[in-house]
């Protein structure tokens, strides 16, 4: 269980011409913002996770026991386990 706060950030971008193109190997130009996601990862003890984002006026919470049954094999690798 993380045991202390987890805080991370990334700018904002815009891309200003050939989004789709990536998609079919070629180039986009993309500029980044001067505005930034935040992540906060705080440790609880009441066993959920919670989302909040204020600033749309959003705030859900999920109990932990509840994620530990999705299926994640769409991802790829082993079904992963909370612990």
Request: charged share 15%; net charge positive.
């Amino acid at each position: 269980m993380l045991s202390e706060v987890l805080l991370v950030s990334a700018p904002g971008k815009v891309i200003l011409h050939g989004e789709h193109a990536v998609v079919h190997g070629k180039a986009a130009l993309a500029v980044a913002l001067n505005l930034r996601t935040f992540l906060r990862l705080q440790p609880h003890s009441n066993e959920k996770v919670g989302l909040n984002l204020p600033n749309i006026g959003i705030r859900r919470a999920w109990d932990v026991a509840s994620l530990q049954l999705l299926d994640t094999s769409f991802l790829g690798g082993p079904r992963r386990t909370w612990s």
